[in-house]
């Protein structure tokens, strides 16, 4: 791909998290027609190779004890099942139009490299990479276990399983996924999809540590779609699951490659910072495919860039909250009265700063419930919302108060003890409360406003004012937007400073490390 064509696709959507698959009247045409043969046919044949499945994922760990499923199968359970689930697993993509898939390079040796580490994430349908890398062992959420047919292949493939809404099962999963990287071949090899998420394809969004955080040799693996429509992808906004699936199902095929990159060994400094070696990889494989390494990244269920180690959300929930409450027809003294109730309300300390959506459609006077719902549901995962969030976050986009006068009243709110200055902790949940976010790595902004001394809201004033990153920050997101106007600020290329003794050149090549 030339350079030209890389820079139009960057462009194509304001973000990686956006995909929307464009027809042209014909192909919709056709799309139809031969949807309407092909779909009925693949699920059909692709729901009978799953149910074929089920029962023998089901008995390879049959009459097995806990202690002996916590190890690796062995013996005639895996060379009698292996190849048979193997087979199947590919049945089902060949019946869903996946009739080829071109490999390039080698998979190396387990004990070359412990783990696959495969992008872009760009759909479930990736999960065919599977196959020809013989089923190597995953990472999923324990929620998944619970699901028909997926939570026997999760079972078959003892697959390490996390809770993302248990600190302690996760704790457990990094200390079982550094055992069994570490296990020197006793583990079979495990894959990987770094990204953590779905997305467009156009950039590689930034790494999660979990499969570098044991420091071993780890395996590039790219995977590319080289097809006229690009019918595969599913993301936050967009295209649809059920989308994806009709208009791949209608294709006469679909071409998947896999590339295996050179085995990349890690320096010293990369072993000891996994965050750093994710860094490292990433633009690595973000050469090779020929698009940029961001830091974009999706924190729960926000897609979000990182600068000076805030989170800044790509859409903005106090922006769609204003549109919103626009929409269903609140003038703008309703919402700076809606908002002087909030504050009271925090302030006050009596009835706490978390309200139920019944509580928020009562403070903005709605008369319809159903637009509090909706804001709840861009600031939390039920039907909640903590009123210093919503409340800091919208009165920063309005011309109802200066950003000195609300950041003291951020400043007063949060200084818990009424002391003059904030801890680390209080710093993050003034900050979350300011972007409408939680922010949990705000300790390079506390070290700089506090200049090793107590942080003081005049201090704090001064660096996210002055300071040229967190005044982007300020500009971006803190300030007055006229109305139909997005806060969006776009991140630059991963480029972060290298500790492994270089840094990158001006372009864009990675310091010297050891490939195999």
Known sequence: MEKGERLAATQEFPHPFIYQLKLTRAQKIRGVLLGSILVPLRITLAVLFFLIIWPIARLRLAGLSKEERARPVTGWRRWFFHPIVLLLSRAVFFSMGFLWVKVKGRRAELKDAPVLVVAPHSSFLDMLVLCPAQLATVVSRSENKSLPVIGALLEFNQAVLVSR???????????????????????????????????????????????????????????????????????????????????????????????????????????????????????????????????????????????????????????????????????????????????????????????????????????????????????????????RQLYFSVAALTDFTHFKDLLHSAFTLFDHEGKGSLSAEELSGLMGALLGIPQHNTGALYAEASGQGQLTEEKLLRVLTTHP????????????????????????????????????????SLPHHKLE
């Open 165 to 387: 809404k248990d600190p302690e099962s996760r704790k457990k999963a990094v200390t079982e996924l550094i055992e069994r990287l570490t296990s020197n071949g006793y583990w079979p090899q495990m894959l990987m999809f770094p990204e953590g998420t779905t997305t467009n394809g156009r950039t590689l969004i930034k790494f999660k540590p979990g499969a570098f955080l044991a420091g071993v040799p780890v395996q590039p693996v790219l995977l590319r779609y080289p097809n006229k429509l690009d019918t595969v992808r599913w993301t936050y906004k967009g295209t649809s699951w059920m989308e994806a699936v009709w208009h791949t199902a209608s294709q006469f095929y679909t071409n998947m490659t896999i590339e295996y990159l050179p085995v990349y060994v890690p320096s010293e400094a990369e072993k000891q910072d996994p965050n750093l070696y994710a860094d490292n990889v990433q633009r690595h494989m973000a050469k090779a495919l020929g698009v940029p390494a961001t830091d974009y990244v999706m924190e729960g269920r926000v897609p979000v860039s990182k600068l000076g180690g805030l989170c800044l959300p790509l859409v903005s929930p106090a922006w769609e909250t204003l549109s919103l409450l626009r929409k269903n027809g609140l003038e703008e003294h309703e919402i700076k009265a809606g908002l002087a109730k909030m504050i009271d309300r925090c302030l006050s300390g009596g009835q706490g700063t978390k309200a139920s959506a019944d509580e928020l459609a009562s403070i903005l006077s709605l008369k319809d419930k159903r637009p509090a719902v909706s804001i709840c549901a861009l600031y939390s995962k039920d039907e909640t919302v903590d009123l």
């Open 469 to 508: 990153t967190y005044q982007r920050v300020v500009n971006a997101y803190l300030q007055p937007k006229e109305p139909g106007s997005q806060p969006l600020l776009a991140p630059a290329a991963n480029g972060k400073a290298v500790k492994n003794g270089s840094t990158p050149s001006t372009n864009g």
